[in-house]
């Protein structure tokens, strides 16, 4: 079954750190460019970070760069975001995305991510 599966989100408090992971199967990951992208209430989905397929390339929404880094492994096909110095506007629920070429997109159910004192 081909399924992306993120976790790793919760409630923490402004200046605070969480580590977001997703965990990929059913498909070969090592040929997946892969991303995180959030959705928060009222609004838009908008992508947060990207990573490439052998993962020596990476792009941040201009919101997080400095605060947030993606990674992954491929040989766990798991992918991760650290996320640092987070702030109340960070609040939202993140998805983990994977793109081969050629193929549909497969997104993640999501994580909660709720940054507040």
């Known amino acids: 079954q081909v399924q992306l599966v993120e976790s790793g989100g919760g409630l923490v408090q402004p200046g605070g750190s969480l580590r977001l992971s997703c965990a990929a199967s059913?498909?070969?990951?090592?040929?997946?460019?892969m991303s995180w992208s959030r959705q928060a209430p009222g609004k838009e989905r908008e992508l947060v970070a990207f990573i490439s397929i052998g993962g020596r390339s990476t792009n941040y929404a201009d919101s997080v760069k400095g605060r947030f880094t993606i990674s992954r492994d491929n040989a766990k096909n798991t992918l991760y975001l650290q996320m640092n110095s987070l702030k109340p506007e960070d609040t939202a629920v993140y998805y983990c995305?994977?793109?081969?070429?050629?193929?549909?997109?497969?997104w993640g159910q999501g994580t909660q991510v709720t940054v507040s004192s």
């Open positions: 995305k994977a793109v081969r070429p050629g193929r549909s997109a497969i």
């Open positions: 059913g498909f070969p990951f090592s040929s997946a460019a």
